[in-house]
């Protein structure tokens, strides 16, 4: 079935970038929506950015104008380019799976929402 491989993590200093991608597989892209979610240690798994077939996008407000969530539908691959990183950024990033129609303006944040993920690949910012 649904199969998401997360890749691009790794440790950089804090004001540098990490472009992570997310590798889809079992499924019919265009009728899910993507998202990237991160957990610190000790923390909740909170949303990040979502997007849909139709590039429509949404962000967590705390990375807004630093984080882009972008997809590649030929290839079934969704990309996270994170740019001013900063050591709060720090976390497991996961990607995960939805069916469109599940999504709302309510919901696409929480984990939830989303029935299919991928092992995580852990981003850490140093300062």
């Known amino acids: 079935q649904v199969h998401l491989v997360e890749s691009g993590g790794g440790s950089v200093q804090a004001g540098g970038s990490l472009r992570l991608s997310c590798a889809a597989s079992?499924?019919?892209?265009?009728?899910?929506?993507m998202g990237w979610f991160r957990q610190a240690l000790g923390k909740e798994r909170e949303g990040v950015a979502v997007?849909?077939?139709?590039?429509?996008?949404k962000y967590k407000e705390s990375v807004e104008g630093r984080f882009s969530i972008s997809q590649d539908s030929a290839q079934k691959r969704v990309f996270l380019q994170m740019n001013s990183l900063k050591p709060e950024d720090t976390a497991m990033y996961y990607c995960?799976?939805?069916?469109?129609?599940?999504?709302?303006?309510?919901?696409?944040?929480?984990?939830?929402?989303?029935?299919?993920w991928g092992q995580g690949t852990q981003v850490t910012v140093s300062s």
């Open positions: 995960a799976a939805t069916f469109w129609t599940r999504v709302t303006r309510e919901n696409w944040y929480l984990p939830a929402t989303y029935a299919s």
């Open positions: 997007v849909d077939s139709d590039g429509n996008t």
């Open positions: 079992g499924f019919t892209f265009s009728s899910y929506c």
